[in-house]
Nanobody, 117 residues
């Protein structure tokens, strides 16, 4: 079992920045992708950003150029740097780990991000 612990969410004004962290208790051979989904009130959960074990990345179109995902293997931690935040980014952000972005095995507890206008 892999536990994912998130941190870094909070309240920020539009145009501001936040950095989310997701620390995994361990990484096993079944985990090739880690990243973040988000879910806004009344909306479906959507992929925000992902990074593979070979450091390939992909982003939702809505965050390209504003968000950057990175990975620290020594710390088993994935980071999401979020810049130029706008109110549409308000959501609960969930860290995930799995064989692929659509083969999620483990979820974090979620961390809320609120962007005020």
């Amino acid at each position: 079992q892999v536990q994912l612990v998130e941190s870094g969410g909070g309240l920020v004004q539009a145009g501001g920045s936040l950095r989310l962290s997701c620390a995994a208790s361990r990484i096993n051979c079944s985990i090739n992708a880690m990243g973040w989904y988000r879910q806004a009130p009344g909306k479906q959960r959507e992929l925000v950003a992902a990074i593979t074990s070979s450091l390939n990345t992909n982003y939702a179109d809505s965050v390209k150029g504003r968000f950057t995902i990175s990975r620290d293997y020594a710390k088993n931690t994935v980071y999401l740097q979020m810049n130029s935040l706008n109110p549409e980014d308000t959501a609960v952000y969930y860290c995930f780990a799995g064989a692929a972005v659509n083969l999620v095995t483990f979820w974090g507890q979620g961390t809320p991000v609120t962007v005020s206008s």
